[in-house]
């Protein structure tokens, strides 16, 4: 990861370049819905637990979140699968649920997604992500992702995420 500015770029040779943002400066009404929703179950802990996301407070964005599971490997290191996926998500990426992110995307992408499911599992914090979409040549898709991390105490065992995407002009 490169430094720019107040953010990281995530670049990789003719993949559209991904910032992060630790700040969490967001400018979408989905991802800052769910970056204050997830501030408001976390409190004054690290990070709520993955039994206290709910539908009914996540109305308004619930088509744009997904819930990713972390897995152990067991020669060390983790691998990521996708548990739940909005509509909004699956219009751009099938129907990914209960599939492991590798299944789905081609491998650098995978990587650079694990690479940001990484960051967020082991600083036990969250992250405000932008950037082009890479998948499938939908370039012309512009994104924000929020994510954060879901457990107890400093163990994490899912990514909270919600991403909204839009065509770029």
Do not use: C, N
Not at 47 to 62: H, K, N
Not at 105 to 128: G, M, N, T, Y
Request: overall charge neutral.
């Amino acid at each position: 990861m490169e430094s720019q500015g107040d953010g990281l770029l995530l670049a990789h040779d003719d993949l559209p370049p991904v910032t992060i943002d630790r700040s969490l400066a967001l400018t979408r009404p989905a991802t800052i819905k769910a970056r204050d929703y997830w501030m408001g179950l976390r409190g004054t802990r690290a990070m709520p637990m993955r039994t206290e996301i709910a539908p009914r407070g996540m109305r308004d964005f619930l088509a744009y979140v997904g819930l990713v599971e972390v897995l152990p490997r067991a020669e060390g290191g983790f691998d990521y699968a996708i548990r739940l996926a909005g509509d909004k998500i699956m219009q751009l990426y099938g129907q990914i649920a209960r599939r492991p992110i590798t299944e789905f995307l081609e491998p650098r992408i995978a990587a650079r997604w694990v690479r940001v499911w990484d960051e967020v599992r082991s600083q036990a914090a969250p992250l405000a992500v932008s950037g082009r979409i890479a998948h499938g040549g939908m370039h012309y898709l512009k994104y924000e992702l929020f994510t954060a991390p879901l457990g107890q105490d400093a163990a994490v065992t899912h990514v909270f995420g919600v991403l909204d995407v839009w065509p770029v002009a």
